[in-house]
């Protein structure tokens, strides 16, 4: 029997809940529905059009012949979903191409076909309303298959065509492809269902609102094994010709034209909602040119460097000091600094006086550069303590906030965080410190670890348990090293692949996802169990010295799915400007979260740093790229 999309497999053993008859479908719709709604969800709902390749080529043949477009024209496809138009163009020799979208899903799809395919198009995330673009930039805009219309009220559509304009150069033409909404007030269908495969089904339940103005939508997606996997509200408004241009000309288009009307026919040839006809317009910007300000000679920013205490203990570390290697490490990380041109850096190290330090040079600092992932006093306990010590001073820091890092810090929030967004993680339960009795939900081998700290204390060839007996003895020396008030994780042990994924930025605007690497165990003795413990990082007589990282080799779909999720995670957890998480395949290839890495290592051989050398990102600037995301952070805050 031919097997299910993984994303269906990895929602089966959780059911979507699902309302049941409901009499008012607008009371039920999310006014920011379009932030969730567009995943691989919609990909298989609509597919018979937005997967259709050949309806792409004649809505680009149709699309082209209107803009007259040229090899040399600068098109932005606003938007854009996964990037179906503005790919077709770029195969058909259109060389100034840009793509932006809200959904992280779609866009990283985009990007994963450009890369595939190697074509020249810049696909970033962003708010159709404040786009990242500078004015003057694009000959065309299009705003395609029916992508206008999601907001709240037609003043935030306003919003998206005076942005337009901006971005247009004189004379630059929009292009709106939208549903026709005379025509599907009357004849909207108020009920449907339908095959979108072998396995899915899609019900779908239609209101027009109580103003008149949208078209509200419900869809209930079911598969035939698990049942009720997502049950979805949105709401578009319906606009007329008439409506259309009235809107246009409000953001001070001109030469307004309905240039032609698109009726869809699929092979599925089944309920095709807001895509059924579609009205495409045109219309000019007229305006001046811009005048160009003057750079300034950009002064250098100070950034204060703030480390780990060399002159303290650190209980993590194998001869609890700062030695050779972690001096050698430091050195690297100077010299990545000393070549970037931009900015000053000095550095601070002393705990004893950091407070102090801190107040003295308040004044003369840009940002910190927070990279005392050893806490404060070197205690792992107070990492979040250094960045909740510069937010009583208000000094802009680099990395994540105390409140994530508090998150992150207990392995079992995050399961729950991760549970609540739709994320796989494995079966597990916390043991705490007065449990002397307890049940294992899952089968061995399973794992057992801290619940709290990171770098892998705690973590090593005896934390994997194939019996009762040996998981008692793994929390017993837990408690001895840790302390018996401690709460212990207790997980299935997963015997895939071991996978990390980086990313640097801060979505949804700008961000790099480093290529996911998994860890390679060829080396280690066959009766060793395969995990990167705390012996492979800190032991280098360990046999588990000798693991290496690789490039990931995942199937496409896998590999989407870990970039969603961690994209979701990383936003509702509040990471920002670096991000490391660990991810580890089960049995049969369905990937699971292990834990989320907030200021991951920075270090020149660290996971990190393998993954950028990767995508031949040098070790200087890997380290430059996590300096401006956090400054183009701190700069937006300010200006906002």
């Known amino acids: 029997m031919k097997e299910r999309p993984k994303e269906y497999q990895n929602k089966e053993k959780q059911k979507s809940r699902t309302l049941g008859p409901v009499p008012h479908l607008e009371e039920h719709v999310n006014p920011d529905w379009w932030k969730k709604i567009f995943n691989s969800l919609y990909l298989k709902t609509d597919a018979d059009i937005v997967e259709d390749a050949s309806i792409t080529r004649q809505e680009i043949d149709t699309f082209s012949s209107i803009l007259k477009l040229t090899p040399e024209s600068h098109v932005l496809d606003l938007c854009c979903g996964q990037g179906r138009h503005t790919l077709e163009l770029a195969r058909r020799g259109i060389k100034n191409l840009d793509g932006l979208d809200r959904s992280h899903y779609l866009i990283q799809r985009a990007k994963n076909t450009a890369k595939k395919e190697s074509l020249g198009v810049k696909f970033k995330e962003g708010d159709a309303r404040k786009t990242p673009y500078t004015t003057d930039t694009f000959d065309v805009v299009m705003v395609l298959g029916n992508s206008f219309g999601y907001f709240e009220t037609s003043d935030e559509d306003l919003r998206v065509l005076k942005e337009v304009k901006r971005i ?3 004379w630059g033409k929009v292009l709106l492809d939208v549903a026709d909404g005379s025509y599907l007030k009357e004849k909207y269908q108020p009920r449907s269902w339908e095959w979108i495969d072998k396995h899915n089904f899609v019900c779908r339940e239609r209101s027009i609102s109580t103003d008149g103005q949208k078209l509200i939508s419900r869809e209930v997606i079911v598969n035939d094994t698990s049942g009720v996997i997502a049950d979805q509200f949105y709401a578009e408004r319906l606009y007329t010709t008439e409506t259309l241009k009235e809107l246009l000309k409000k953001a001070d288009f001109t030469d307004i034209e309905i240039v032609d009307s698109i009726n869809s026919q699929t092979l599925r040839n089944q309920d095709l909602g807001m895509m059924e006809r579609r009205i495409t317009v045109t219309a000019t910007v007229r305006k001046e040119w811009t005048p160009k300000r003057k750079k300034a000679k950009e002064a250098k920013k100070n950034v204060v460097v703030v480390f780990g205490d060399p002159r303290k203990n650190d209980s993590l570390k194998p001869c609890g000091v700062f030695d050779d290697d972690d001096m050698y490490t430091i050195d690297q990380l100077k010299g990545g600094l000393h070549g970037l041109e931009n900015y000053s850096f000095k550095y601070l190290d002393n705990h004893d006086t950091l407070v102090t330090d801190l107040a003295k ?102 934390s994997v348990c194939n019996s009762r007996d040996e998981v008692v003895r793994a929390i017993y020396d837990i408690r001895e090293g840790l302390g018996y008030d401690k709460p212990i994780l207790v997980e299935e042990f997963l015997s895939g692949k071991d996978l990390s994924i980086g990313i640097i930025g801060n979505p949804p605007e700008n961000y790099t996802v480093l290529p996911l690497t998994q860890e390679d165990y060829s080396d280690l003795p066959e009766e060793l169990p395969k995990l990167c413990g705390y012996e492979a990082k800190w032991i280098p007589d360990s046999p588990y010295w000798k693991i290496k990282s690789s490039p990931a080799d995942l199937p496409k779909e896998t590999e989407e799915l870990i970039i969603e999720c961690s994209l979701k995670l990383i936003t509702r957890l509040e990471c920002r400007d670096y991000t490391r998480l660990d991810w580890r395949l089960d049995a049969k290839g369905n990937p699971k979260l292990l834990e989320v890495n907030p200021n991951p290592g920075w270090c020149w051989d660290g996971h990190l740093a393998k993954m950028a050398k990767i995508a031949d990102i040098s070790y200087s600037d890997m380290i430059a790229m996590i300096l401006k995301s956090a400054d183009e952070r701190i700069s937006g805050q300010k200006q906002g």
Not at 383 to 402: D, R
Not at 407 to 413: G, M, R, T
Not at 433 to 441: A, I, S, V, W, Y
Not at 442 to 456: H, L, R, T
């Open 168 to 170: 247009l150069k004189p």
């Open 361 to 462: 040079i308040k004044s003369k600092t840009d940002f910190i550069f927070n990279l005392c992932d050893e806490g404060y006093d070197n205690d792992p306990k107070k990492e979040l303590h250094v960045p909740a010590i510069l937010e009583m001073f208000n000094i802009p820091y680099t990395g994540s906030g105390p409140q994530c890092l508090a998150f992150c810090y207990d392995k079992a929030l995050v399961r729950g965080i991760a549970k609540d967004l739709g994320v796989p993680v494995p079966e597990g339960i916390v043991v705490k410190g007065e449990d002397t009795l307890f049940e294992l939900p899952m089968d061995f081998p399973v794992i057992v670890k801290p619940n709290f700290g990171d770098s892998s204390f705690g973590l090593n060839q005896h």
